[in-house]
C-alpha cells in the first residue's frame, strides 16, 4: 500500500471515529432530554431507551476498535513514518524536482 493510500485509509479512520463518537454524544444528550420530558413521550417511552442505549453500546464498541486501530501504531513510529511521507511529498512538490 503506498503511502497516499495509507494516510487516505487513516484519515478515513479518524474521520469515521469521530463519526461515531459524535453520533454517540448526541445520543447522550438525546437520552438526557428524552428523561426531562418523559411526561410528553409516548407509552413506548423505555423502548426508546432501551434503543438509544443499544446504540451508544455500538457506537462505543465500534469506537473502541476503532481507536485501537488508529492509535495501536506507537508514536515514534508514527512519526517517522508520517516524516517520510513529508519529505516525500516535499520532493515531489518542489519546482525541478528529480
Not at 503506498?2 to 494516510?7: A, D, Q
Not at 478515513?12 to 445520543?27: M, P, Y
Not at 434503543?51 to 495501536?72: K, P
Amino acid at each position: 500500500m503506498g503511502g497516499g493510500t495509507c494516510r487516505q485509509a487513516t484519515s478515513r479512520q479518524a474521520h469515521k471515529l469521530a463519526d461515531d463518537l459524535g453520533d454517540e454524544h448526541d445520543l447522550t444528550v438525546m437520552r438526557v432530554k428524552a428523561q426531562v420530558h418523559h411526561d410528553t413521550l409516548s407509552t413506548d417511552f423505555s423502548l426508546l431507551l432501551a434503543l438509544i442505549d443499544r446504540r451508544r453500546s455500538e457506537l462505543r464498541d465500534e469506537a473502541v476498535s476503532r481507536g485501537r486501530q488508529l492509535y495501536e501504531e506507537k508514536p515514534r513510529a508514527f512519526a517517522t513514518r508520517f516524516s517520510g511521507y513529508w519529505d516525500n511529498w516535499q520532493r515531489n512538490a518542489s519546482p525541478g524536482a528529480p
